[in-house]
């Protein structure tokens, strides 16, 4: 497995998570990495990316100021902390890597498996 998601779960509106996802670093220590996340019913949408190098990040308008992406080359992890989680947050969230720094789904090819995150009101 070359992407490996964890620590998602059930909060409450207001509470917080930390998604971690472990990656191969001999496949992906060059790529950029993204998170994602599909509600029922609807499209995957972009949620935050970091670059190779961890120096450049952008986010969904929906979670700036809410969620940090931040990538630990050390220990090839890239994490998701996500602050003030509202329900409309509830979604299986992804990891994704891609050889170029991308905001839309097109621009990744490898997908790890998903987390469930749900956000109660």
């Known amino acids: 497995v070359q992407l490996q998601a964890s620590g998602g779960g059930l909060v409450q509106a207001g509470g917080s998570l930390r998604l971690s996802c472990a990656y191969s670093e001999r496949a992906f220590s060059n790529y950029a990495l993204g998170w994602f996340r599909q509600a029922p019913g609807k499209e995957r949408e972009f949620v935050a990316a970091v670059n190779w190098s961890g120096s450049v990040t952008d986010y969904a308008d929906s979670v700036k100021g809410r969620f940090t992406i931040s990538r630990d080359r050390d220990k090839n992890t890239v994490n998701l902390q996500m602050n003030s989680l509202k329900p409309e947050d509830t979604a299986v969230y992804y990891c994704?890597?891609?050889?170029?720094?991308?905001?839309?789904?097109?621009?990744?090819?490898?997908w790890g498996q998903g987390t469930q995150v749900t956000v109660s009101s």
């Open positions: 994704a890597a891609g050889p170029r720094f991308r905001t839309n789904v097109d621009g990744y090819l490898n």
